[in-house]
């Protein structure tokens, strides 16, 4: 057994422990188990011996944590063991507290809903929990910290525990703490009527006015819930100072709540204290209005006490219900209802008053179905209630209550006919009180006969018609009860008209035989034999026998009414349907032997819809008949024509087998009809039948010769189609019957494509593939189906099979895809598999292929992370050049990604290295995300050009802090938005800056500061304005770190010169030097020639005749003398002038670069750029 497998077992047994769990988990930890593994939940051995009921409980946790348990490790709730052992009920819970703090438990650690060990404590019901929590106090427990912002005060405030409240009060705890609703602990203890633990906090300060988020005071808590001592506690709050007219939101006061719990002694002692009686909710409630809805045998007194104090007895809520209409609504009265109306009316409540609705309380009471209803409406008229009075829709008090479920209905009425109700009122829809007695289908018979009789007698109009032209007479035959054929007599027989149309153009018996009841037949034959007309069409040309085979009705209302003249034939208006051709699609029990009935009686049994369907094609569509097939044999005995198509050219085969009806099928095949039949679509029986599985169909047909291969207009056939919906068994039967296996439909795919793009069935693909289909097909992409599986499925056992027998890996689609390609993002097994049968790693970059499209960036696509070992391993990859244009950022990005999980620095250098060099966009993305944490950075410092490195550094260094939303680490793996984010921020800033940093920047005055130093320097030193950085910022910030990198390049390579030009100077000067003791040579040795000379002209002048010649010839070497001596003196000057130059030239430069190296390095620029070499250092 290995140290997993023991591990396991530690934790199975810690969950499930026994008498000897203790030996065997001792057993586990000595043979090398993990005593602090972690479930999926993150729970140790601990954590389930602490909260277990196990009696060696103790012995088990010293033990673990003897041999290194974590003591404070957590679950993914952020529970540590003390949660879980405050949480259980263990004799020895106290002792496990004090052993657990004594080894470090952290005494204050909080779950992820902020509860502390105390927290559970203080919710446990422990004998000991008083001695817990005062023993976690001193040791430290925080006794404020809150859970849901309620405090441990809110918690023992609810469970009536005095000693702990004393106990957290006296070390501290906040009296007044409110939780996210703004409850205190006194409002907590008032909802348990904790007398004790009331009187102690606001001993101790609590706020006895302290409002929760909906204004709710202690009071109006102490009022909801009412026991013994709610009367003492009131009257301390009250000696306390609590405001007892305090309103919440809804502007309830505390004697609101009192009323709406009919608490008479708590009313009585709120008004003694001086409470407002006429005080009023939002929505203009009184208490008499809260009274009057929550009534209960204290109401007559509560109500009497209020008159008594003044209370406006006619006040209106905003709805404008009187107290009045409160106490006749049905849903308010009781035993002592009468005795209250009477007393308020007797107080002076407006009978007559109307709510919103112009309801009065006669209305009200009308419509209820209180026992003494009676009394209370005549007690109303008796004080001068409106009997006729109308609400909003005009219905008066008689349409109330022949609405009503009242058992005494007729006394009402009858007494309100007596007492001058109109009989024939009419509502806003014109309907009279006759009109809704007659749909009053909850009286008793008799009573409503009674009823019907009675008004009839009153006068009312039996031929009423309601603004849809409805009579009573169509209602009761609609209603079709028990009662109605009684009444519907009665009507015919005073008068009512029995052909009366309603706007739908119907007739009493229309509506009568859409009725399915047992009284059906009955009233039918009445109306028929009072004339009703047997032929009358409604307005979609429906007869009441059309109506009649609708229905669920028995045979009998059919026969009936053939048999009085129905017209057998006759059609509806729009859908042309006959009574045949209407029940051949009913799901009726008795659609057969109505079938036989009206064939016998001359039905045509070729009638068609105005689909073209004649009864036998819509049988065939009856799937929910369970006759269907015996109704389909009729109708073909009958003669009904089995050939017969549908508009869309659908058989009656077709329709067969979409309804899945396979007996209907076989036999309609048998009988002869086409089983090559097409329609509009050019789908025959047989790929139906294979869309809807019918496999028995399907085999049938194959015995009869259909046409196997036929296609429809997708090309597709029969084998496409059970391909596409896997039916093993019909694929079979088709192919051992000559299927074409290699058949293609318009996009160019075979079933062998299919069945890999649906259901990759192995079995079927390698059935397929043994009877000859073609391995290497291609779709019209090119896609064969290795194609298709390896983008489809993961199933190694589908890609091996499809290699071992022989399918290219190395094929093209149009989308210059391989199989290997696609399958780069799957398991490693299924990688290796093809890198054994020698695929094409990485495909040339055509100029007509996307470059997003090459394996490498399939590879990164799918974010497969043992790319790098593939490309360390392949000696492909230096050749591989990777451009980062338009196309591709997204996924060069995927690919940077990918090597930062892997911490490969090595790919990422070649990666870097065998990008495109004419733009440094891609490197610059890399060292992005390397300088942001993604890769080692001292290893990526030590491997790259420090050129690039540099110029990005100083980037970030000098313009991160702009950069407020950007931080890369924070995005996930598929998201572009690092990418884009730091060319849309960086990048001119451009329009994707929050208004935070465009505020930050305007009032920065530091950035403006800065970009002024560098233009006054640049214009000073006589650069062009392009040199200047963020100008407009149209060039972009990566352009300007390239030119600020260049400029310092070029005034290093300055500094470098310096001491060369020093060098230089030194030797010009040297050279002046010995030219200049050369011209003194050259002059002394000029003035002893002219002694010479003149000692020479004297001799010649004695001697001029003698020596003419010789004279001539002296002076002109003299001349030559003077003349040269000319030329030296020239060069000398314009040696010095040039020396001179050369100085200033020289001074000029090391100003400039000493400018520029100081404020290269001054702090304001500080860690932009590569420290200058000592030469500079020097020279400043």
Same mark, same amino acid.
């Given at each position: ?133 005062? /023993? ?18 809110? *918690? ?30 006194? #409002? ?11 009187? /102690? ?98 109401? *007559? ?62 209305? /009200? ?34 349409? =109330? ?72 007479? #169509? ?121 036989? =009935? ?68 076989? *036999? ?113 992409? #090119? ?160 491997? =790259? ?20 939303? /950007? ?214």
């Amino acid at each position: 057994m290995n140290q997993s497998e023991e591990t396991k077992i530690l934790i199975s047994i810690c969950k499930n422990q026994n008498e000897n769990s203790i030996e065997i988990i001792k057993s586990l930890i000595e043979k090398g188990a993990n005593v602090n593994v972690k479930t999926i939940k993150k729970e140790t051995p601990l954590h389930f011996i602490c909260q277990s009921q196990n009696e060696n409980k103790f012995e088990i946790i010293k033990f673990l944590i003897e041999k290194g348990a974590d003591i404070n490790a957590k679950t993914f709730n952020n529970e540590t063991p003390l949660h879980f052992i405050c949480q259980s009920q263990n004799e020895n819970k106290f002792e496990i507290i004090k052993f657990l703090i004594e080894k470090g438990a952290d005494i204050n650690v909080k779950t992820i809903n902020n509860e502390t060990p105390l927290h559970f404590i203080c919710q446990s019901q422990n004998e000991n929990k008083f001695e817990i929590i005062k /023993f976690l106090i001193e040791k430290g427990a925080d006794i404020n910290v809150k859970n849901y912002e309620e405090s441990l005060l809110h *918690f023992v405030c609810q469970q009536n525990s005095i000693e702990v409240v004393k106990l957290l009060i006296e070390n501290g705890a906040n009296v007044n703490a409110k939780n996210n609703y703004y409850l205190t602990p006194l #409002h907590f203890a008032c909802q348990h009527n904790s007398f004790e633990i009331i009187k /102690f906090l606001v001993s101790n300060g609590a706020d006895v006015n302290a409002k929760t988020i909906n204004n709710e005071t202690s009071l109006h808590f102490i009022c909801q819930s009412q026991n013994e001592d709610s009367i003492k506690i009131i009257e301390f709050l009250i000696d306390n100072g609590a405001d007892f007219n305090a309103k919440t939101k809804e502007d309830k006061a505390v004697l609101h709540i009192a009323c709406q719990q009919n608490s008479i002694e708590i009313i009585k002692l709120l008004i003694e204290k001086g409470a407002d009686v006429n005080v009023k909710t939002i929505n203009n409630e009184s208490l008499l209005h809260f009274i009057c809805q929550n009534r209960n045998e204290n109401t *007559f007194e509560i109500i009497k006490l209020l008159t008594e104090k003044g209370i406006d007895i006619n006040s209106q809520t905003n709805e404008e219900k009187a107290p009045l209409h409160f106490i006749c609504q049905n849903e308010n009265q009781n035993e002592n209802t009468f005795e209250i109306i009477k007393f308020l009316i007797e107080k002076g409540a407006d009978i007559n008053a109307k709510n919103e609705e112009e309801k009065t309380s006669l209305h /009200f009471v009308c419509e209820s179905e209180s026992e003494n209803a009676i009394e209370i409406v005549k007690f109303l008229f008796s004080k001068g209630a409106d009997i006729n009075a109308k609400n909003e829709d005009d219905k008066t008090p008689l349409h =109330f209550a022949c609405q009503s479920q009242n058992k005494n209905i007729f006394e009402i009425i009858k007494f309100l006919i007596e007492k001058g109700v109109d009989a024939n009122a009419k509502t806003t829809e014109e309907e009279t009180p006759f009109h809704f007695i007659c749909q009053n289908q909850n009286q008793k018979n008799q009573e409503l006969n009674k009823i019907v009789k009675f008004l009839v007698s009153k006068g009312a109009d039996i031929n009423a018609k309601t603004s849809e032209q409805k009579t009573p007479l #169509h209602f009761i035959c609609k209603n079709g009860n028990e009662n109605s054929f009684e009444i519907i007599k009665f009507l015919v027989s005073k008068g009512a008209d029995i052909n009366a149309k309603n706007e739908e153009e119907e007739t009493p018996l229309h509506l009568a035989c859409q009725n399915e009841n047992e009284n059906a037949i009955e009233i039918i034959k009445f109306l028929v034999s009072k004339g009703a007309d047997i032929n009358a069409k409604n307005d979609e040309k429906a007869t009441p026998l059309l109506i009649a085979c609708e229905q669920q009705n028995p045979i009998e209302i059919v026969k009936f009414l053939v048999s009085k003249g129905a017209d057998i034939n006759a059609k509806t208006d729009y859908y042309e349907e006959s009574a045949l051709s209407i029940v051949c699609q009913n799901e009726n029990e008795n659609s057969f032997q109505i079938i036989k =009935f009206l064939i016998e009686k001359g039905a045509d049994i070729n009638a068609k819809n105005y689909e073209g369907e004649n009864p036998l094609l819509i049988a065939c569509q009856n799937q929910k008949n369970k006759n269907a097939i015996e109704i389909v044999k009729l109708l073909f005995s009958k003669g009904a024509d089995i050939k017969v198509k549908t508009k869309d050219d659908q058989t009656t085969l077709h329709i067969a087998c979409q309804k899945n009806l396979t007996e209907v099928a076989k *036999f309609l095949i048998e009988k002869g009809v086409d089983i090559n039949a097409k329609n509009k679509s050019e789908e025959t029986a047989l790929y139906i039948a294979c869309q809807n599985h019918l496999t028995e169909v399907v085999e049938f047909l194959v015995e009869k010769g259909v046409d196997i291969n036929a296609k429809n207009k997708n090309e597709e056939t029969a084998l496409h189609i059970a391909c596409q919906e896997n039916l093993t068994e019909v694929i079979e039967c088709l192919v051992e019957k000559g299927a074409d296996i290699n058949a293609k439909n318009k996009n160019a795919e075979t079933p062998l494509l299919i069945i890999c793009y649906q259901s990759k069935s192995i079995e079927v693909i390698r059935y397929l593939v043994e009877k000859g289909a073609d391995i290497n097909v291609k779709n019209k992409y #090119h896609e064969t189906p290795l194609h298709i599986i390896c983008r489809e499925s993961d199933s190694f056992e589908l890609i091996n099979f499809f290699i071992e027998n022989g399918a290219d890996i190395n094929v093209k689609s149009t989308r210059h895809q391989t199989p290997y390609l696609l399958s780069t993002g799957k398991d490693a097994k299924i990688r290796q598999l093809f890198l054994l049968n020698d695929p094409i790693i990485f495909s040339s970059l055509e100029s007509k292929i996307p470059q997003n499209l090459v394996p490498l960036l399939i590879q990164i696509y799918s974010l497969n992370q043992d790319l790098d070992k593939l490309l360390k391993s392949n000696e492909n990859f230096a050749d591989l050049k990777i451009t980062c244009n338009d196309s591709s950022n997204f996924l060069v990005h995927k690919l940077i990604l990918l090597l930062r999980f892997n911490n490969d620095n090595l790919v990422l250098q070649n990666f870097i290295n065998n990008c495109k060099k004419k733009s440094r966009k891609d490197v610059q993305l890399a060292l992005n995300f390397i300088y942001t944490g993604f890769c080692d950075f001292e290893e990526f410092y030590n491997q =790259f050009n420090s050129e690039v490195y540099y110029s990005y550094y100083s980037y970030f260094q000098h313009y991160l802090e702009y950069s407020s939303t /950007f931080n890369p680490t924070d995005y996930s793996p598929y998201s572009t938005f690092p990418y884009y984010s730091y060319y849309s921020y960086f990048n001119n800033f451009y329009n994707y800056e929050t208004d935070e940093i465009k505020e930050k920047k305007a009032i920065d005055s530091n950035w403006i500061e800065k970009q002024k130093i560098i233009e006054e320097f640049f214009k000073e030193i006589g650069l062009d304005s392009n040199w200047i950085i963020l100008k407009s910022g149209r060039r972009g910030v990566l352009k300007d770190i390239k030119l600020l990198y260049d400029l310092k390049k070029e005034f290093t390579i300055i500094y470098e010169n310096l001491n060369q030009n020093q060098n230089q100077n030194q030797n010009q000067i040297q050279n002046q030097i010995q030219n200049q003791n050369q011209n003194q040579i050259q002059n002394q040795n000029q003035d002893e020639n002219l002694n010479q000379n003149q000692n020479q002209n004297q001799n010649q002048i004695q001697n001029q005749n003698q020596n003419q010649d010789e004279n001539q010839n002296q002076n002109q070497n003299q001349n030559q003398n003077q003349n040269q001596n000319q030329n030296q003196n020239q060069n000398q000057n314009q040696n010095q002038n040039q020396n001179q130059n050369q100085n200033q030239n020289q001074n000029q430069n090391q100003i400039k670069a000493h400018k520029l190296i100081l404020l290269l390095r001054s702090d304001l620029f500080k860690g932009m750029f590569l420290t200058v070499n000592d030469s500079s250092n020097q020279s400043s």
